[in-house]
C-alpha cells in the first residue's frame, strides 16, 4: 500500500540532444491531501517535473531519465502513461488546446467514456462534477464559444470527473484575467476540502495562490526551498532565489519592515500594519506619493485620436461602444480591462487592421479608414501577445533584418545588429527564433517591431505566461522607450505589473465601453471602478484602502509604501 | 480584406452550431446514409437535368433553416474565387485540346458544378448539425474503432481553429509591414511563406498538447469505448431516410422515362 502520493527519488533529466540537466537530483514526495505549489523560473523545469510525474517523460519525450518516479504507489517509469491514467489528473498550460470535443458535455465525458464508464455511472458523475464546479449553465455550449476562464473549469471538469487522487496543474493561472484566477483558486480550494483531493500547483504568480496551499516548493533545476509557505518566502526573499516568483507584495513590504513572519493575505496584514505602525502618525505629505504624474503636452496635437469608435463583429456583436480617446505623445497608457472587454479590439484599430464600423481613428492626424496597414504601421508597431504568430526565418537576426527591410529602412543589417545588442539577443543571432527561450522570444518580437523606429508602440498582453523577472525586464525596455520620447501603450489584465510601471494614464475598458481614465494613484484605488470592470485591485492599494489611509497616502508597490514609512519614522 | 473575407466565410459556414434543426434531431447515421446517397446518385448520373434537379432539392432541404441557407451561401462566397478559378481552367483547356462544341463545354461544366455542390450541401448538412462526437459514435455502431475516426474528426474540428489562428498571424505579419495584396503572383506566393511557417508551427505545438491530454485522460486506453448518451435510430430517422430516398428515386424514374420517350 502506497503512503506517499507522489515520490520522486534522486531524478535527474537530460532532454533528447541536450547536455545540461532539466532536472538535476530531485529528491521530493508529496502526501495525500496536500495542496502544493511548486515555483520557479522559466525554463527552472517545473514543467518537465509535471511531464515526469504523468509518465510523459521519458514514454513520450525519450531522453536520458535517472532515478525513481512512483505516483499512487505505481512505478511510472516502468508502467508508462496507462499505469498512472485514471490515478492522476492534469491540466496542461493552454487549457484551449486541451479540448477535443464541441460541447461541454461531451468533453467532460470523454475521459469517461475512455476508461469505459457505463452509461448511468458517467451521468451521474457529469451531473456531479458539473455541479461541483458550479457550470452546470455551460452544459450545452459549444467549446469555441467560451472565454479563457470558462474553458479552464471545463478542462478541470473532465479531469476531476473520473476522480482522480492526485490533480497537477501547469501554470494556471498565467492567462486569466484576476477575477477568474480568485475564481479558479477558491473552487480548488473548496474541491481541496471537500474531496481531500491532492493538489500540485506548477506556477510563479503566487500572489493569490499562497493563501490556499500547505507547501511551496521552489525548483531552478534542483529543489532550492521546500517548506511551508511562510518560511518558504522568507528563505526565497532573503537568498535572493526570488527570481522569476511573483512573491506577494504585501510579503515583499513586511519583509523589508524587517518581520519574521511576513503575513500572506490581506486581512492579515492589515492588522499587522495597524500593531506595527501608529494610523496616526501617517501624515499626509503631498509630496512624495501624492500625484507626482507629470501632465504630458496637453497643449500638442494628439498622436492618435479615437472619436465615438464602434466596432462590431459580422455576427453582430458590439466589440467596442462609443470609444473616446485622446494619446498624446510621450504617454506611457495603459488599456485595462478583463478578457473580452473590447482591449485587443481597440488595439487593432490603431493600425487599420481593423476598420471602424462608426466613429474614426486618426493617427498622426491621418483617418485609419484610408490609410493601409503597411503605412500605417510606419507610425505604430503593435507587438501581439503570441510571438510564434510572427516568425518565420530561420535565424533571430533574418527575422529582425526582414521587417526593417519591408518597412524601408536604410542599413537594414546595422540597425538590426544594434537592435539586437540592445535587446541581449546578439548572441543568438544565428539560432532559430523557435529553439530560444520564452523570455527570448517576447524580446525578440519587441525587437523586430522596434528596428524600423516606430513613434508609437502598443502591446497586447505582453506580460501573459512570463515570469516576474522578464517583466521586470520588459518593464525596463518600455521605460526606456518612454523616456526617448516614444508613445507606448500596453494593453493588459496583470494589475501588479502596473503598480511597478510609471504609467501615465489607466484607460479602463469594460464590455466595450471606456468606464474610467485617469493616472494609476487615481484608478487603481478606485475599487468601485475597478470591480465594475471586473478586476481585482492590487495588494498595496488594497492595504492601504482597508486601513482607510487611502484618502491620505496613496502608494502603489511596496517600495513606495515602505519608502513612506521609513521617511515617516525618521523624521 | 480580400483574404480575411475567404477565412471568415468559410470558417463561419463549416462550424457547427447549436441552433436546433430537424437535422440536429436525426441520427447521425441517417445524415450518413444520406450523404451516401447523394454522393452515388450525382457520380451515377450524367443526364443535366436529373442532376440539377437534384441539386434544386437538396437547396430546398437547406431552406428548411434559414441560418442554414446562409451558412451554405458564405461558404459558396468563400469558396467562389476557387471554384471560378478550377471552371475557367477547364474550360480554357477543353477548348484548347478538344474538339468539343461550346454549348458541351458548357453544359459539362454545369454538371460538375451540379455534383460539387450536391456533395458540398451535403457535408455542409451533416457538419454543421451533428457534432464529431456523434459521428464518432455512429462509427462505432457500425463497428469501427474509435481510435481510427478521431483523427479526423480532430482535424475537422481543427479547420476553424486554424483559420481563426491564421487570421491573426496575417494581422500579425500585417502589422509588420507586410503587404499580401501588393506585388507580382509570385512575389505573393513567396510572401505567404509568412502566414504558412507561423501556421504549421502553431498546429504543431496544437496537436502535441491535445495528444498528450487525450493520452492523459485514457484515450486509446482500451480497444473499446462506452457513450455517456447513446445516438437513437428513431421514427423521424426513418422517415427522413423514406422521404430523401422516394424523392430521389422520382426524379430519376421521372427524367430516364421522359428522356426514353424522345
Request: glycine content about 6%; charged content about 20%; proline content about 4%.
Amino acid at each position: 500500500m502506497a503512503n506517499k502520493a507522489i515520490e520522486l527519488k534522486n531524478i535527474t533529466y537530460f532532454y533528447p540532444n541536450t547536455s545540461a540537466p532539466a532536472l538535476e537530483n530531485i529528491n521530493l514526495s508529496i502526501d495525500y491531501g496536500e495542496f502544493i505549489a511548486i515555483a520557479g523560473p522559466s525554463g527552472g523545469g517545473k514543467s518537465t517535473l509535471c511531464r515526469i510525474i504523468v509518465g510523459l517523460i521519458p514514454h513520450v519525450y525519450g531522453g536520458s531519465l535517472a532515478g525513481e518516479v512512483y505516483v499512487d504507489g505505481v512505478n511510472v517509469v516502468d508502467k508508462g502513461i496507462k499505469g498512472v491514467a485514471g490515478k492522476v489528473g492534469i491540466v496542461l498550460q493552454i487549457p484551449e488546446n486541451q479540448i477535443v470535443n464541441l460541447i461541454v458535455e461531451e468533453e467532460i465525458a470523454f475521459p469517461l467514456e475512455n476508461f469505459l464508464f457505463d452509461i448511468d455511472t458517467a451521468s451521474k458523475r457529469l451531473e456531479d462534477v458539473l455541479k461541483d464546479l458550479e457550470i452546470s449553465y455551460l452544459r450545452y455550449r459549444t467549446t469555441n464559444t467560451l472565454s479563457g476562464g470558462e474553458i479552464q473549469k471545463v478542462v478541470l471538469a473532465s479531469v476531476l470527473a473520473y476522480k482522480p487522487k492526485i490533480l497537477i496543474l501547469d501554470e494556471p493561472l498565467a492567462h486569466l484575467d484576476p477575477y477568474s484566477v480568485r475564481d479558479l483558486l477558491t473552487l480548488l480550494y473548496k474541491i481541496h476540502e471537500t474531496e481531500n483531493l491532492t493538489i500540485v500547483v506548477i506556477e510563479h504568480r503566487l500572489t493569490e495562490l499562497i493563501k490556499y496551499i500547505s507547501r511551496l516548493i521552489v525548483l531552478d533545476r534542483h529543489v532550492i526551498v521546500d517548506d511551508e509557505p511562510r518560511k518558504a518566502l522568507l528563505k526565497i526573499i532573503n537568498s535572493g532565489f526570488s527570481r522569476g516568483i511573483e512573491i506577494p507584495p504585501i510579503s515583499k513590504l513586511f519583509s523589508m519592515i524587517k518581520t519574521d513572519f511576513p503575513p500572506i493575505n490581506i486581512d492579515e496584514s492589515i492588522e499587522y500594519f495597524t500593531e506595527l505602525l501608529n494610523k496616526d502618525s501617517i501624515r499626509c505629505k503631498d509630496s512624495a506619493i501624492h500625484g507626482e504624474n507629470k501632465d504630458v503636452g496637453n497643449s500638442e496635437e494628439p498622436v492618435i485620436t479615437v472619436e465615438n469608435l464602434w466596432y462590431v463583429y459580422p455576427n453582430g456583436v458590439a466589440a467596442l461602444r462609443n470609444v473616446n480617446i485622446d494619446i498624446y505623445k510621450g504617454e506611457f497608457i495603459a488599456l485595462v480591462g478583463a478578457n473580452g472587454s473590447g482591449k485587443t479590439t481597440l488595439i487593432k484599430h490603431l493600425n487599420g487592421i481593423l476598420k471602424p464600423s462608426r466613429g474614426r481613428v486618426l493617427v498622426f492626424g491621418k483617418d485609419t479608414s484610408r490609410c493601409s496597414v503597411a503605412e500605417l504601421a510606419r507610425y505604430i508597431g503593435i507587438v501581439f501577445q503570441n510571438p510564434l504568430h510572427q516568425f518565420f526565418k530561420e535565424t533571430v537576426l533574418e527575422e529582425v533584418i526582414f521587417t526593417a527591410k519591408s518597412m524601408g529602412v536604410r542599413n537594414a543589417d546595422e540597425r538590426a545588429t544594434s537592435i539586437l545588442k540592445a535587446f541581449n539577443l546578439h548572441h543568438l543571432g544565428d539560432r532559430s527564433p523557435y529553439e530560444i527561450s520564452v523570455g527570448e522570444q517576447r524580446r525578440l518580437a519587441i525587437a523586430s517591431i522596434l528596428v524600423y523606429d516606430p513613434h508609437i508602440i502598443a502591446l497586447d498582453e505582453a506580460t501573459a505566461g512570463i515570469d516576474f523577472s522578464l517583466k521586470m525586464e520588459l518593464l525596463k525596455i518600455l521605460i526606456d522607450l518612454v523616456r526617448k520620447g516614444k508613445t507606448v501603450i500596453l494593453a493588459t489584465h496583470d494589475i501588479e505589473f502596473l503598480t511597478y510601471a510609471p504609467i501615465n494614464r489607466v484607460i479602463v475598458l469594460n464590455n466595450g465601453e471606456v468606464i474610467a481614465q485617469g493616472p494609476s494613484r487615481e484608478i487603481l484605488y478606485n475599487d468601485a471602478v475597478l470591480a465594475k470592470a471586473r478586476i481585482a485591485p492590487p495588494q498595496i492599494p488594497t492595504l492601504i484602502n482597508g486601513i482607510g489611509i487611502g484618502g491620505c497616502i496613496k502608494p502603489l508597490n511596496e517600495k513606495e509604501l515602505y519608502l513612506y514609512i521609513k521617511s515617516g519614522i525618521d523624521g | 480584406m480580400d483574404r480575411q473575407g475567404v477565412f471568415e466565410s468559410i470558417n463561419h459556414a463549416l462550424l457547427y452550431e447549436d441552433f436546433n434543426t430537424v437535422f440536429h434531431n436525426l441520427d447521425p447515421r441517417s445524415k450518413l446514409l444520406y450523404i451516401v446517397l447523394t454522393i452515388v446518385i450525382s457520380m451515377a448520373i450524367n443526364s443535366l437535368t436529373t442532376l440539377i434537379s437534384i441539386l434544386i432539392t437538396n437547396i430546398m432541404l437547406l431552406a428548411l433553416h434559414r441560418t442554414l441557407l446562409k451558412k451554405f451561401i458564405s461558404l459558396l462566397k468563400g469558396l467562389s474565387l476557387f471554384i471560378s478559378i478550377i471552371i475557367i481552367f477547364n474550360v480554357v483547356t477543353t477548348l484548347i485540346f478538344t474538339e468539343m462544341s461550346i454549348v458541351d463545354i458548357v453544359s459539362t461544366q454545369i454538371k460538375s458544378i451540379a455534383r460539387v455542390l450536391n456533395l458540398v450541401i451535403a457535408i455542409l448538412i451533416l457538419l454543421t448539425t451533428t457534432t464529431p462526437w456523434q459521428i464518432i459514435q455512429a462509427f462505432t455502431k457500425i463497428k469501427i474503432r474509435y481510435t481510427y475516426i478521431y483523427p479526423f474528426i480532430i482535424a475537422l474540428r481543427f479547420i476553424p481553429i486554424i483559420f481563426n489562428e491564421m487570421k491573426n498571424i496575417y494581422d500579425a505579419q500585417r502589422s509588420r509591414g507586410i503587404e499580401f495584396e501588393k506585388g507580382s503572383i509570385l512575389n505573393r506566393i513567396r510572401k505567404s511563406i509568412a502566414i504558412i511557417i507561423p501556421t504549421i508551427v502553431c498546429s504543431i505545438i496544437r496537436a502535441k498538447d491535445l495528444i498528450e491530454a487525450m493520452e492523459l485522460r485514457g484515450f486509446g486506453y482500451r480497444k473499446e469505448r462506452t457513450f455517456y448518451k447513446p445516438i437513437q435510430f428513431r421514427k423521424i430517422d426513418i422517415l427522413f431516410i423514406t422521404t430523401i430516398s422516394t424523392i430521389y428515386l422520382a426524379i430519376i424514374l421521372l427524367f430516364t422515362s421522359i428522356s426514353n420517350l424522345f
